[in-house]
């Protein structure tokens, strides 16, 4: 397993769980600033071939169906304005299994590297479109990962 991760001691001593928290801060960007901050590094010396953002959306009850035709919209157009995103892709839950815990939506972004997500998170023109984009959510999940 390779990449950032956040580290948190939830105690002291030889007992102390390790937990893992989000790269970065809440919100749209920031790596987290935190002296446990490690690099993890994989077992082989393989380099990630690419680094997947994928965020899982509930829209609240009263977004209409033309507002998340907008913010899909808007979203994809993010692609040719912000260099470090390579693709969006996006889809809707096919309702196959009872285990999506009410996300409807998912929105998943590939970057060449950590840096260039980094780079993505920090832009003015992704705050803008967050700014939008999040008093719509009923709740939301992002995980982020590295693809070997």
Request: proline share 4%.
């Amino acid at each position: 397993m390779g990449g950032l991760f956040l580290k948190r001691r939830d105690n002291e001593g030889p007992q102390a769980k390790v937990s893992s928290l989000p790269l970065y801060k809440k919100g749209m960007g920031e790596l987290a600033e935190h002296a446990d901050i490690e690099k993890v590094t994989n077992m082989s010396s393989t380099k990630p071939k690419a680094v997947k953002h994928t965020l899982f959306v509930k829209f609240k009850d009263d977004v209409t169906r033309e507002q998340i035709e907008k913010i899909v919209n808007d979203f994809t157009q993010l692609v040719s304005q912000v260099e470090p995103l390579k693709s969006l892709h996006w889809g809707t839950n096919l309702g196959i299994h009872d285990l999506n815990f009410g996300y409807t939506h998912a929105f998943e972004t590939t970057f060449d590297d950590l840096e260039g997500l980094q780079e993505y998170l920090d832009s003015p023109i992704v705050n803008k479109f967050a700014e939008g984009f999040l008093p719509t959510m009923a709740q939301q999940f992002v995980m982020d990962y590295e693809l070997y």
